[in-house]
């Protein structure tokens, strides 16, 4: 009896072991409660669909994806955890997802430690493709020089008569290194710019009245806002029947998200200088039609760039694996260095050198279209990758100094 015993259990071993090595692991990590799980969510269907795609053509390497995914909230420590559990317990090939900017920065820092490949995908702060580099993290997001340095030549070229700059913006890596870039680009555009006041609320605040009022006796020319997800739509809603989007103008990073104009609908303000990081609109190629057709087709709602930035990450991984024709950890790697695919939006690469994605980015301002019940961007600018995100020789550079 006993020695059945432990040829059952031996035969169950070989059999999770053989299944196992069937899948390809991906340890997700985004907030699915809470203010930010507008983003989470987006980013968790738009990867569901990517590993849906995939698999149904057979996986890679004759292997599946198999996503796992954890509510991980913006707890830091949390991630971390998360991460190690990940690796060590479920055997995970590769960490994937992340929101908070701080939150990427800890798991990169385990994958580091852990020689995991992390995809991070929402996350946006130069710092972990710069200053915090290290070659086991990627990114299938965009970052925040792309993002800022968009909305400063926007504004420089389409509003010159703004000089006084005011800041809103929460009050973590991602508001303060968007601050930082905003004033550096502008500085360089309008040296007649002047930086008149900043205001700090911390992430997920209620009431936002005294911020609102600190604004109000500045009198700008116009507000940088970083305020994203949950925090932005409850801003705007308190901000707004204090005549704020008209007495000044709004230059509103992730302003054009649709999971923000579609909470807001009728209440967006129109004429905010905002982006979205990717559009379901735009561009008009036959692969973003998939992808909305396909998402739609699936959730009942158009694609976010949450969505995309999922999305791309997990084609991303499975373009690399293909290409390396194995799941080894260094030859992965080297396959995603340099890695282009044909994106949703657009023609998107990895860059071999700091690992961070390089692809067009568009900025407009908010208009109604008879279209849609909701604000979608509009009067837009596309600017080429190389125009906005950081160069490499600046990336060498910060190499250099954390020597």
């Known amino acids: ?21 069937d899948t390809i692991k991906l340890g997700g990590m985004l907030p699915l409660s809470g203010r930010a799980s507008d983003l989470g969510i ?13 698999n149904a053509k057979g996986g890679v390497l004759g292997k599946k994806f198999e996503l796992l995914m954890a509510d991980s ?25 992340v929101v908070s900017s701080g939150g990427s920065l800890a798991v990169a820092e385990v994958a580091k430690q852990e020689k995991v490949i992390f995809m991070d995908t929402v996350g946006s702060t130069d710092t972990l493709t710069k200053e915090k580099w290290n070659r086991y993290t990627f990114r299938s997001g965009t970052c925040n020089s792309q993002e800022s340095n968009s909305l400063v030549l926007y504004t420089a070229q389409k509003h010159k008569n703004l000089t ?10 991602y508001g303060r290194t968007m601050w930082d870039l905003f004033k550096s680009k502008m500085k360089e555009v309008n040296p007649k710019a ?14 936002y009245t005294s911020y609102i009022n600190a604004i109000l006796q500045a009198k700008p020319d116009a507000v940088y806002c970083s ?53 379901f609109h735009w561009p008009n190629s036959k692969r973003n039609q998939e992808f909305v057709k396909a998402y739609m087709a699936d959730y009942k709602d158009y694609p976010s760039a949450w969505a995309a930035e999922g999305y791309d990450g997990v084609y991303f991984l499975a373009a690399a694996i293909k290409k390396a024709g194995s799941l080894d950890t260094e030859k992965v790697i080297a396959a995603l260095e ?50 906005v995100l950081y160069s490499i020789a600046e990336w060498k550079k910060a190499q250099a100094g954390n020597k």
């Open 338 to 387: 340099g890695l282009t695919i044909d994106a949703p939006r657009g023609k998107s690469t990895l860059r071999k050198e700091d690992h961070q994605l390089s692809s067009d980015f568009m900025v407009g301002e908010t208009v109604f279209d008879k279209a849609y019940p909701f604000a979608i961007v509009g009067k837009t600018e596309v600017f080429p990758a190389d125009k």
């Open 227 to 279: 305020l994203w997800g949950g925090d932005l739509v409850a801003f705007i809603k308190q901000a707004k029947p204090y005549g704020l989007f008209d007495k000044m103008k709004w230059i509103i990073a992730t302003g054009g998200d649709i999971t923000v104009v579609k909470a807001l609908g009728k209440e967006m303000p129109t004429g905010l200088i905002v982006d979205q990081r990717y559009y």
């Open 164 to 173: 006084k700059f005011y800041n809103i913006g929460p009050d973590y890596e």
């Open 73 to 97: 909230k913006a707890n830091v420590q949390e991630l971390v955890s998360l991460s190690k559990r990940y690796i060590q317990k479920d055997k995970v090939n590769f960490l994937f997802g």
């Open 1 to 21: 009896m006993r020695k059945t015993a432990i040829v059952v259990a031996a035969l169950l071993a070989l059999a999770t072991t053989a299944s196992a090595a």
């Open 194 to 207: 002047q930086f008149t006041g900043e205001q700090w609320p911390k992430l997920f605040t209620p009431d």
């Open 42 to 54: 987006g980013c968790k269907q738009g990867s569901e669909l990517a590993v849906k795609e995939i």
